[in-house]
């Protein structure tokens, strides 16, 4: 079982950065790629970012050069650093750990969520 904790949401203002937290219980979730996904008020869940167990990254288009998503294995944590915010990244941001997938329903893990809110 592995239990996800997302961490570092907030209001912040168009243009503005804020960088995201998911601490992973359970010893192996260097297995595992860490993706993070969001949802909009009255949207479906969407992907954002995934990071394999090796390091290969992939993104959203509408968060490419924004956004860069990092883990660090030895502190089983994954991170959003998200730059360049806009008002359309408001979202509740949650992040989970599965096989290297941009299908939300295959991930295996879910953390409670973390809301972002950008203030034009």
């Known amino acids: 079982q592995v239990q996800l904790v997302e961490s570092g949401g907030g209001l912040v203002q168009a243009g503005g950065s804020l960088r995201l937290s998911c601490a992973a219980s359970?010893?192996?979730?260097?297995?595992?790629?860490m993706g993070w996904y969001r949802q909009a008020p009255g949207k479906q869940r969407e992907f954002v970012a995934i990071?394999?167990?090796?390091?290969?990254?992939s993104y959203v288009d509408s968060v490419k050069g924004r956004f860069t998503i990092s883990r660090d294995n030895a502190k089983s944590t994954v991170y959003l650093q998200m730059n360049s915010l806009k008002p359309e990244d408001t979202a509740v941001y949650y992040c989970?750990?599965?096989?290297?997938?941009?299908?939300?329903?295959?991930?295996?893990?879910w953390g409670q969520g973390t809301q972002v809110t950008v203030s034009s």
């Open positions: 989970a750990a599965g096989p290297y997938t941009e299908r939300i329903g295959a991930m295996n893990y």
């Open positions: 359970g010893s192996i979730f260097s297995v595992y790629a």
């Open positions: 990071i394999s167990s090796g390091g290969i990254r």
